[in-house]
């Protein structure tokens, strides 16, 4: 008998506002965000430079508060999650350069196992699984003694995935980790992210500059514009238009046949 998976909803926005706080004032960032991811996609956010896009995966991620409206992990409010709870649910991949390169790669995936292990950091013999497991998935079994220092831009991205793998977590959150990479290692990237999420039920978010790769690899997009906010597959996005409204249409022009940008000449 064939037996059907039901994916449940991993990731549910609501009414978001995302900003800052200061001692004098509260500015808005993006407000309005609405949309909701089920286990095992991968989707991208998109959107112009300083549109909010960092600032909402951070928000999301629970390394800044927001302003208002709810997030729901895994169906919980993201409010009654405790910490560790939160670590071992949802892991969180930024842009900020490594304090440790010192570390091996080994040991820096280990970290991600940070959530499971004792006080004194003794890793057991499910840490030393998953940490190998991790190495598997993102082909590191030959740079994995290699001094984090030593590895290339490329390399050092999937370390950080390795790490998030290791961590274990339903939900990943990554700010574009395919920033510096030539245009060979950002599909290859995306392409990893794209079977991970399908062959492991994860759910993964990435911020991106890379909409045509997204169009062509995630399951979702959600398109963050001044104002306003589209979120669906990417074929539903084309036919409404969302891709053409994007940027200045006398810079660059959206060809829905091929999914693809032209320069204005
Ligand atoms: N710590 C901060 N305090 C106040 N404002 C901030 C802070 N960090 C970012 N901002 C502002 O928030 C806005 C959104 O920034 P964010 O980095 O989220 O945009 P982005 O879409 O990720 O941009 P990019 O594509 O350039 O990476 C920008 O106007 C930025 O100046």
Same mark, same amino acid.
């Given at each position: 008998?064939?037996?059907?998976?039901?994916?449940?909803?991993?990731?549910?926005?609501?009414?978001?506002?995302?900003?800052?706080?200061?001692?004098?004032?509260?500015? #808005?960032?993006?407000?309005?965000?609405?949309?909701?991811?089920?286990?095992?996609?991968?989707?991208?956010?998109?959107?112009?430079?300083?549109?909010?896009?960092?600032?909402?995966?951070?928000?999301?991620?629970? #390394?800044?508060?927001? @302003?208002?409206?709810?997030?729901?992990?895994?169906?919980?409010?993201?409010?009654?999650?405790?910490?560790?709870?939160?670590?071992?649910?949802?892991?969180?991949?930024?842009?900020?350069?490594?304090?440790?390169?010192? @570390?091996?790669?080994?040991?820096?995936?280990? @970290?991600?196992?940070?959530?499971?292990?004792?006080?004194?950091?003794?890793?057991? !013999?499910?840490?030393?699984?998953?940490?190998?497991?991790?190495?598997?998935?993102?082909?590191?079994?030959?740079?994995?003694?290699?001094?984090?220092?030593?590895?290339?831009?490329?390399?050092?991205?999937?370390?950080?995935?390795?790490?998030?793998?290791?961590?274990?977590?339903?939900?990943?959150?990554?700010?574009?980790?395919?920033?510096?990479?030539?245009?060979?290692?950002? #599909?290859?990237?995306?392409?990893?992210?794209?079977?991970?999420?399908?062959?492991? +039920?994860?759910?993964?978010?990435?911020?991106?500059?890379?909409? !045509?790769?997204?169009?062509?690899?995630?399951?979702?997009?959600?398109?963050?514009?001044?104002?306003?906010?589209?979120?669906?597959?990417?074929? !539903?996005?084309?036919?409404?238009?969302?891709?053409?409204?994007?940027?200045? +249409?006398?810079?660059?022009?959206?060809?829905?046949?091929?999914?693809?940008?032209?320069?204005?000449?």
């Amino acid at each position: 008998m064939n037996k059907k998976i039901i994916a449940h909803t991993a990731l549910k926005v609501k009414d978001l506002s995302i900003g800052y706080f200061s001692k004098k004032s509260t500015t #808005v960032i993006a407000d309005g965000i609405n949309f909701q991811l089920q286990q095992g996609e991968l989707a991208a956010i998109i959107g112009v430079n300083g549109i909010g896009k960092s600032t909402l995966l951070r928000t999301l991620g629970n #390394v800044q508060a927001k @302003l208002s409206g709810s997030i729901q992990l895994d169906g919980k409010d993201l409010k009654s999650y405790t910490p560790i709870e939160m670590a071992s649910t949802i892991s969180v991949v930024l842009t900020e350069p490594l304090a440790s390169k010192n @570390l091996t790669v080994i040991e820096l995936i280990a @970290l991600g196992r940070q959530p499971y292990t004792n006080w004194i950091g003794r890793l057991s !013999e499910t840490d030393k699984t998953k940490i190998q497991e991790a190495i598997g998935m993102v082909g590191l079994q030959s740079l994995k003694n290699k001094k984090c220092y030593e590895l290339s831009d490329g390399q050092l991205q999937r370390v950080m995935i390795a790490r998030a793998l290791a961590q274990d977590t339903s939900i990943i959150l990554l700010d574009e980790p395919t920033s510096h990479l030539d245009l060979h290692h950002k #599909v290859q990237i995306l392409k990893l992210l794209k079977h991970i999420a399908h062959k492991t +039920s994860k759910t993964i978010l990435v911020t991106s500059h890379e909409i !045509e790769m997204a169009i062509q690899l995630c399951d979702k997009i959600l398109i963050m514009n001044k104002g306003s906010h589209e979120f669906g597959e990417p074929c !539903e996005l084309i036919q409404k238009k969302s891709f053409e409204r994007l940027f200045p +249409s006398d810079t660059v022009t959206f060809d829905p046949k091929t999914g693809s940008f032209k320069i204005k000449k």
